[in-house]
């Protein structure tokens, strides 16, 4: 009669323990993949969301400056001054919209300034309202443009103080993204019109190659994010174009 050994139970080889344990790297290394790209996508999404709440906020401040805007003041200054980057606007208080608002009294206001400026640098929209800092509206922008016409043409820039009336309209174009290329074909545009500009004695030609941008503009790079043009009900008050 033979006898059997009793078999306790069987452990797990080297093998087998290797194997269990590059499955277990791999499930972690995907699952923080997917939390990382869940962040991410997040974080784009609320980026996106702030910059279109700031671009939509700084464009509908301006629209409700240029209603009532002048063309100067003896006291307070130019009432719209503008370049590519930066708008400054003197407007009356008086605005039948803030009536039916929370605080109907500035409805009866006196004179008083807003500007609206973008910091390349940090790449922000920046705005101010009366004699207060330039503070910076959140959410990241790529690009910023404001265009003045004239009654004959667009430019990059316009002084209603020099003019003696104001703008006809006034475009306001942002861009939340600015592709690289772009950047680098505008170079060499850019660097062109800047030696013509220091050749020039007299500043009709470096108006007129500003004007020259300001047209071909629209043409070079993708079409803005964000884009209104807000015409001025009193742009013939001080002298018809």
């Known amino acids: ?5 009793a078999r306790g139970p069987r452990g797990f080889t080297l093998l087998e323990l290797l194997v269990s344990i590059g499955l277990v790297a791999l499930l972690v290394a995907a699952m923080a993949a997917f939390l ?27 629209e409700r400056a240029l209603q009532t805007c002048v063309v100067d003041d ?7 001054r503008g370049s590519a980057t930066q708008l400054d606007i003197l407007h009356a208080g008086i605005a039948a ?4 608002s929370e605080d109907p ?13 973008f910091d390349e640098g940090g790449r922000r929209l920046l705005l101010a309202r009366g004699n207060g800092p330039l503070s910076p509206l959140p959410g990241e922008i ?13 430019s990059n820039s316009f002084d209603s103080g020099n003019a003696e009336r104001l703008p006809l309209a006034v475009e306001v174009s942002i861009w939340f993204r600015v592709a690289e290329d772009r950047t680098a074909a505008a170079a060499p545009e850019v660097a062109a019109a800047d030696a013509g500009d220091a050749e ?26 964000r884009r209104r043009v807000i015409a001025i009900p009193d742009a013939l008050v001080g002298g018809a174009p």
């Open 200 to 225: 020039t004695d007299t500043g009709a030609d470096t108006a007129t190659a500003d004007d020259a941008l300001a047209e071909e503009d629209d043409e070079r790079g993708p079409a803005p994010d």
């Open 36 to 62: 990382n790209d869940a962040l991410r996508i997040r974080a784009r999404i609320g980026d996106s969301i702030e910059r279109g709440v700031s671009a939509d906020a700084a464009i509908d401040e301006i």
């Open 97 to 100: 919209w803030r009536l039916g």
């Open 74 to 80: 003896g006291a307070l200054g130019v009432g719209v």
């Open 1 to 5: 009669m033979t006898r059997t050994r």
């Open 142 to 154: 790529g690009r910023v443009r404001f265009r003045y016409h004239d009654g004959t043409r667009w």
């Open 105 to 117: 009294e500035r409805a009866f206001a006196p004179l008083e300034r807003l500007t609206v400026s």
